[in-house]
């Protein structure tokens, strides 16, 4: 069984900044490590697929990169509307969420 | 437009079932594995249960396994899951969920509904 643990579990950010996320998983996964971004009371929305490939529609400060067991999702120049909670995912497992906060 | 509407949710008490619907519009249906993933309040999201395009083949996580049942009628482009034996940990936010494209289940999320809450309690 896989488990993906994130770091860290919570972040809070002013405006502008770089916010980087890590998901590390228990055991090597190749690309198949998946983003997701969740605001407050809304469904989760596909940020990044394996692992690196972007989704139509997602800003582009938004990138992810990582192989095998350690992942990143980055947030270049963050903006407000990006306070949410980020997961990564794959197959039957997601990460615990990093909760981003805006200064 | 990709449309996922879930249904069902309630109260119901511990030991007791609930059956949950998703309507699916937008998509062949038929063509795509479908997941349902839960959210306990305030906490992290889990995954419950997948099942192949044509429904042939399911999997569970073992949170539920034995009790819980997914399916699906593509001729209805509906979405189950029969949930029985149920407990106060299974009290959440049932969402399902379309995976990226045709083929195997564990693939990328890319369409979620709303979801539905079920709550278990006397």
């Known amino acids: 069984e896989i488990v993906l643990t994130q770091s860290p579990d919570f972040q809070s950010v002013t405006p502008k900044e770089k916010v980087t996320i890590t998901c590390r998983a228990s055991?090597?996964?190749?690309?198949?490590l998946h983003w997701y971004q969740q605001k407050p009371d809304q469904s989760p929305k596909l940020l990044i697929k394996?692992?690196?490939q972007s989704i139509s529609g997602v800003p582009s400060r938004f990138s992810g990169s990582g192989s095998g067991t350690d992942f990143t999702l980055t947030i270049n120049s963050l903006e407000a509307e990006d306070a949410a909670t980020y997961y990564c995912?794959?197959?039957?497992?997601f990460g615990q969420g990093t909760k981003v906060e805006i200064k | 437009e990709v449309q996922l509407v879930e249904s069902g949710g309630g109260l119901v008490q511990p030991g007791g079932s609930l059956r949950l619907s998703c309507a699916a519009s937008?998509?062949?249906?038929?063509?795509?594995?479908m997941s349902w993933v839960r959210q306990a309040p305030g906490k992290g999201l889990e995954w419950v249960s997948a099942?192949?395009?044509?429904?042939?083949?399911?999997y569970y996580a073992d949170s539920v396994k034995g009790r819980f049942t997914i399916s699906r009628d593509n001729s209805k482009n509906t979405l189950y899951l029969q949930m029985n034996s149920l407990r106060a940990e299974d009290t959440a936010v049932y969402y399902c969920?379309?995976?990226?494209?045709?083929?195997?289940?564990?693939?990328?999320?890319?369409?979620w509904g709303q979801g539905t809450l079920v709550t278990v309690s006397s």
């Open positions: 394996y692992a690196s």
């Open positions: 055991q090597s996964i190749g690309s198949s």
């Open positions: 995912h794959q197959s039957r497992a």
């Open positions: 099942i192949s395009g044509s429904g042939g083949s399911t």
């Open positions: 937008g998509f062949t249906f038929s063509s795509y594995a």
């Open positions: 969920a379309k995976v990226g494209f045709p083929g195997a289940w564990e693939l990328p999320l890319d369409y």
